[in-house]
């Protein structure tokens, strides 16, 4: 979910969105960001991570951020074998 980089001499240059891994799964971690995206445009935005983000970010690139999020957040979950818990 991350852009490929393609860095040299200290400059950051980040390339298109990898398509590595499962279609399937990727699309639903995206399709999962933006109804949380949406859900909060309706609500108050928050001082959060997210809301910060949806502040000064476009609501597609905060999208693929939230997904890569939930996507390490699962991964942990999967590696370790707990449950989800609330913050």
Not at 65 to 86: D, F
């Amino acid at each position: 979910m991350t852009p490929k980089p393609h860095s040299s001499g200290g400059k950051e240059r980040l390339g298109a969105i990898s398509k590595m891994g499962n279609r399937f799964i990727r699309r639903l971690l995206y399709l999962g960001a933006m109804g949380v995206i949406s859900t909060r445009r309706c609500t108050d935005p928050g001082e959060d991570w997210l809301g910060r983000m949806l502040a000064k970010k476009p609501r597609k690139v905060v999208a693929i951020a939230l997904a890569n999020r939930m996507a390490r957040q699962v991964w942990a979950m999967l590696r370790t074998g707990e449950a989800w818990r609330t913050a």
